[in-house]
């Protein structure tokens, strides 16, 4: 590990200019590339005390051993150069955005005499016009076979289109028109082209000129008495059509962007884009990242953008780019971008209408791709194998441990104090384990008393299940009676765990151990995860467990907590929901919902139920007098003492016949 103030450069010898600047290690290896408005001020940053610095970074500058950089004379050069040095060197400390598959693209190689119609994968090559990227190649094909018919492109390979040439004999597709057959000279290399740019603009989203003018042509053929030529022209429109709606319109038309969604947590990130042109979906793509630097959203966004652009020149970059957080140097960014595409590229945050809407739909994909990518990791065996095995190392238990329990707490404000329990057995979720708690022993927000009354509780259960079925006090070779209760089912609470991890650090972990040990527990250990930093805390310990970014043991541990940390929320919210629609009505014994809202569709609310006599009541199907009698009993010790009243009028404020069962 090396000391940072052991290659800090001298005072004034960094420049108070635009540039890249890189860390290298003892070996001469690049690990970091980075690019400031101001070397001089940027660098300056990463020579502070380590404990000021985020722990990433510390890693970083400890692992360098020298840090050298290149004066640049604007902060979009600074940009391009950042993006080239990352490219060349893959430094190890850079976030790195990496397809999590091999898109396949709709290509058109304008390149060739006889352009062609494929699908490509890889690398995208000079001269070659690219659609998509599309989820599936068959989805690629489908589209063409439709467009064929009216765009009969070439589409077949080299070696096929020569054999063709030398026999003078087109392929199957030349006989049944979904071929211009090029090959054998039924159109020239001219006609060929023009047919081959007319499908790529048809496939840009200018698609409202062809339709106009196959309708104009198959009017005039139906009135010239063509009705063959008539009846191919309206198949003709409706190929175009059914292609056209295998992308559903989502934007205003002629409206080109692309849209970008980020999902992340402290170890991984997750960007999916939408790619609108026309006002049409015609590609999705989406990667997943670790977070090796300290980086925040902004800086994600702006890593992605080096990522898709990098490479990318003209119509491939569109007139709009939305994402959900600008850039730290917007301008600088919005100017690179404008000089990839030879004109003005509008960078924004959507605000409101379609754009927004269709932004939340990109977010959902990315939080879904991130928990699917989190999911495959937990759900491989081998996986989930190591992570046990890492986690026992890491706090070092006896044996992995093969139950776990994590238990959160949530709370609005103060109000609705709740907590849960999740299960995970042998590193997967077991939901008919999962429990949660109302917070009864005192009012008021205090998370540390809350997990230690949560804890007690829970363990309380387990003593008196293990009490009730006799594990304890059998001697040997003692039988211990047989419990008329028990139906072979698991009972609640009845098993112990290996581990129980509570979302918190320090205070929450001390509450947990305290818990435990007032019940005479000591064979189950505690550990806490604390959100900011994902630190595993232990007790009685004043410095953390950190795990290595990479381990599958914090990552179990963190989807655990995360686990909790949902199922306790919805607990929340759905006590809160409850709590707000309460009525009168529900403190009537024996009075359920359906009854409930007989009664109110019968009188229209509740204050006009309130001026009800018990036998008016009696006139609602399915009430009887003892039921009516409780009802008037129960809106009575709810009614309102005194009106109430406006006072910057004297108006006393009538209750507006509303309610709710």
């Given at each position: 590990?090396?000391?940072?103030?052991?290659?800090?450069?001298?005072?004034?010898?960094i420049p108070?200019?635009p540039?890249?600047?890189?860390?290298?290690?003892?070996h001469?290896?690049?690990?970091?590339v980075g690019?400031?408005?101001?070397?001089?001020?940027?660098?300056?940053?990463?020579?502070?005390?380590?404990t000021?610095?985020?722990p990433?970074?510390a890693?970083?500058?400890?692992?360098?051993?020298?840090?050298?950089?290149?004066?640049?004379?604007?902060?979009?050069e600074?940009l391009q150069?950042?993006?080239?040095?990352?490219?060349?060197?893959?430094?190890?400390?850079?976030?790195k955005?990496?397809d999590?598959k091999?898109?396949p693209?709709l290509?058109?190689t304008?390149?060739?005499?006889?352009?062609r119609v494929?699908?490509?994968?890889?690398?995208k090559?000079?001269?070659?016009?690219?659609?998509?990227?599309?989820?599936?190649?068959?989805?690629i094909?489908?589209?063409v076979?439709?467009?064929?018919?009216?765009?009969?492109?070439r589409?077949?390979?080299?070696?096929?289109?020569?054999?063709?040439?030398?026999?003078?004999?087109?392929?199957?597709l030349?006989?049944?028109?979904?071929?211009?057959?090029?090959c054998v000279?039924?159109?020239?290399?001219?006609?060929?082209?023009?047919l081959?740019?007319e499908?790529?603009?048809?496939m840009?989203?200018?698609?409202?000129?062809?339709?106009?003018?196959l309708?104009?042509?198959?009017v005039?053929a139906?009135?010239?008495?063509?009705?063959?030529?008539?009846a191919?022209l309206?198949?003709d429109?409706?190929?175009l059509?059914?292609?056209m709606?295998?992308?559903?319109?989502?934007?205003?038309?002629?409206t080109?962007?692309?849209?970008?969604?980020?999902?992340?947590?402290?170890?991984?990130a997750?960007v999916?884009?939408?790619?609108?042109?026309?006002?049409?979906?015609?590609?999705?793509?989406?990667?997943?990242?670790?977070?090796?630097?300290?980086?925040?959203?902004a800086?994600?966004?702006?890593h992605?953008?080096?990522?898709?652009y990098?490479?990318?020149?003209?119509e491939?970059v569109?007139?709009?780019?939305?994402v959900?957080a600008?850039p730290?140097?917007?301008?600088?960014?919005?100017?690179?971008?404008?000089?990839?595409?030879?004109?003005?590229?509008?960078?924004?945050?959507p605000?409101?209408?379609?754009?927004?809407?269709?932004?939340?739909?990109?977010?959902?994909?990315?939080?879904?791709?991130?928990?699917?990518h989190k999911?495959?990791?937990?759900?491989?065996?081998?996986t989930r194998?190591?992570?046990?095995?890492?986690?026992?190392?890491?706090?070092?238990?006896?044996s992995?441990?093969?139950?776990?329990?994590c238990?959160?707490?949530?709370?609005?404000q103060g109000?609705d104090?709740?907590?849960?329990m999740?299960?995970?057995?042998?590193?997967?979720?077991r939901?008919?384990e999962?429990?949660?708690?109302?917070?009864?022993g005192?009012?008021?927000?205090?998370?540390?008393?809350s997990?230690h009354?949560?804890i007690?509780?829970?363990?309380?259960?387990y003593?008196?299940?293990k009490d009730?079925?006799?594990?304890?006090?059998?001697t040997?070779?003692?039988v211990?009676?047989?419990?008329?209760?028990?139906?072979?089912?698991p009972?609640r609470?009845?098993?112990p765990?290996?581990l129980?991890?509570?979302?918190?650090?320090?205070?929450?972990?001390?509450a947990?151990?305290?818990?435990?040990?007032?019940?005479?527990?000591?064979?189950i250990a505690?550990?806490?995860l604390?959100k900011?930093?994902?630190?595993?805390?232990l007790?009685?310990?004043?410095?953390?467990?950190?795990?290595p970014?990479s381990?599958?043991?914090?990552y179990?541990?963190q989807?655990v907590?995360?686990t909790?940390?949902?199922?306790?929320?919805?607990y929340?919210?759905?006590?809160?929901t409850?709590?707000?629609?309460?009525?009168?009505?529900?403190?009537?014994?024996?009075?359920?919902d359906?009854?409930?809202?007989a009664?109110?569709?019968h009188?229209g609310?509740?204050?006009?139920l309130?001026?009800a006599t018990?036998?008016?009541?009696?006139?609602v199907p399915?009430?009887?007098?003892k039921t009516?009698?409780a009802?008037?009993?129960a809106?009575?010790a709810?009614?309102?003492?005194?009106?109430a009243v406006?006072?910057?009028t004297?108006?006393?404020?009538?209750?507006?016949?509303g309610?709710?069962?």
């Open positions: 590990m090396a000391d940072p103030s052991s290659y800090r450069p001298k005072p004034g010898q108070d200019s540039g890249v600047y890189k860390f290298r290690d003892e001469r290896r690049v690990i970091y690019k400031a408005k101001s070397l001089r001020q940027r660098l300056a940053n990463y020579f502070q005390p380590l000021s610095l985020h990433r970074t890693t970083m500058v400890t692992t360098a051993a020298s840090v050298e950089w290149t004066v640049v004379s604007t902060e979009v600074a150069l950042e993006y080239t040095w990352i490219k060349e060197f893959d430094p190890r400390f850079n976030v955005y990496r999590d091999s898109y693209y290509a058109v304008l390149d060739e005499e006889f352009p494929q699908v490509m994968r890889g690398h090559k000079k001269g070659v016009r690219y659609f998509g990227p599309y989820a599936h190649a068959w989805a094909r489908e589209t076979d439709l467009m064929l018919r009216v765009f009969p492109v589409t077949c390979s080299a070696g096929v289109f020569r054999n063709a040439a030398s026999a003078g004999r087109p392929c199957l030349g006989y049944i028109g979904k071929c211009s057959a090029p000279g039924r159109v020239s290399p001219e006609e060929h082209r023009e081959a740019e499908f790529c603009d048809f840009a989203g200018r698609t409202g000129t062809y339709l106009r003018r309708e104009k042509q198959m005039i139906a009135e010239d008495m063509e009705y063959e030529r008539a191919r309206r198949d429109i409706e190929a059509r059914r292609a709606e295998k992308s559903a319109v989502v934007l205003a038309d002629a080109d962007a692309d849209l970008f969604a980020l999902a992340e947590d402290e170890l991984e997750a999916q884009i939408f790619h609108v042109r026309g006002g049409r979906v015609r590609g999705q793509r989406g990667w997943v990242t670790d977070k090796v630097e300290a980086v925040d959203t800086g994600l966004v702006e992605a953008l080096q990522q898709l990098g490479e990318e020149t003209g491939t569109p007139k709009e780019v939305l959900p600008l730290e140097d917007t301008a600088a960014v919005t100017a690179w971008l404008s000089g990839r595409r030879g004109s003005n590229v509008s960078l924004r945050v605000q409101r209408g379609d754009k927004k809407d269709l932004m939340e739909t990109v977010a959902r994909n990315a939080q879904q791709a991130l928990v699917l999911t495959k990791r937990a759900s491989d065996l081998t194998s190591r992570a046990l095995e890492e986690i026992a190392e890491a706090l070092d238990l006896d992995a441990p093969l139950r776990i329990e238990f959160d707490i949530s709370h609005l109000e104090v709740v907590a849960s999740v299960v995970f057995e042998d590193g997967l979720p939901k008919s999962y429990r949660r708690f109302q917070i009864k005192f009012e008021g927000q205090d998370d540390v008393r997990m009354e949560v007690g509780r829970r363990f309380k259960r003593l008196a299940e009730r079925t006799g594990e304890w006090g059998v040997d070779g003692e211990p009676a047989e419990d008329p209760q028990d139906d072979g089912r009972r609470f009845a098993y765990p290996q129980v991890v509570v979302d918190g650090g320090q205070p929450q972990v001390a947990a151990r305290r818990a435990l040990d007032e019940l005479g527990i000591d064979d505690v550990c806490g604390a900011r930093l994902e630190e595993v805390w007790p009685g310990e004043d410095d953390p467990v950190v795990l970014r381990s599958e043991g914090l179990l541990l989807r907590r995360d909790a940390h949902d199922f306790a929320i919805r929340q919210r759905s006590k809160r409850k709590r707000i629609r309460t009525s009168p009505l529900d403190a009537v014994a024996g009075l359920g359906t009854r409930k809202q009664l109110i569709k009188f609310s509740v204050k006009r309130r001026q018990i036998e008016q009541i009696c006139e399915g009430m009887g007098r009516a009698e009802v008037v009993v809106l009575a709810a009614a309102p003492a005194a009106p406006n006072t910057a004297g108006e006393i404020m009538e209750d507006d016949g309610g709710t069962a």
